[in-house]
C-alpha cells in the first residue's frame, strides 16, 4: 500500500468519526465566529447610526489579511459580501446533513 492511500484511508477515517461525533471543524468554528462579529457590530452600528463598528471591523480584517499578502480591495469585496449576506442571515454556513439525520 503505497504511502498516498494510507493516507487517503486515514483521512476519510478521521472524517467519519468527526461525523459519528458531530464535531465541528475549524472552518465550522471560524464562520460562526465570523458572523457573530459581523451581527455584533451591525446591531453596534445601528445602536449608534453609525458605520464606525463594521468599519472598524473591516479595517481589522483587510489589515491582517494584506499582511498576509492577499490585496486590500479584494478583502474589502468580500467583507462587503459577507457583511450584506451575514446581517440578514439567521445562522451562517450550509446545511449540514450529517447532523440533522441525528436529531
Do not use: N
Not at 486515514?10 to 464535531?23: H, I, N, S, Y
Request: glycine residues 6%; hydrophobic residues 35%.
Amino acid at each position: 500500500m503505497t504511502r498516498k492511500t494510507r493516507q487517503r484511508i486515514r483521512q476519510a477515517k478521521l472524517r467519519q468519526e468527526a461525523r459519528e461525533k458531530r464535531k465541528p471543524g475549524r472552518d465550522d468554528m471560524a464562520r460562526l465566529l465570523l458572523w457573530l462579529m459581523i451581527r455584533e457590530a451591525y446591531d453596534a452600528a445601528r445602536r449608534q447610526r453609525s458605520t464606525g463598528p463594521l468599519d472598524k471591523l473591516c479595517a481589522l480584517l483587510v489589515d491582517g489579511l494584506e499582511q498576509q499578502g492577499f490585496a486590500a480591495q479584494e478583502a474589502e469585496t468580500l467583507f462587503a459580501m459577507l457583511e450584506r449576506k451575514y446581517r440578514i442571515q439567521e445562522l451562517p454556513g450550509r446545511i449540514t446533513r450529517h447532523l440533522q439525520s441525528g436529531e
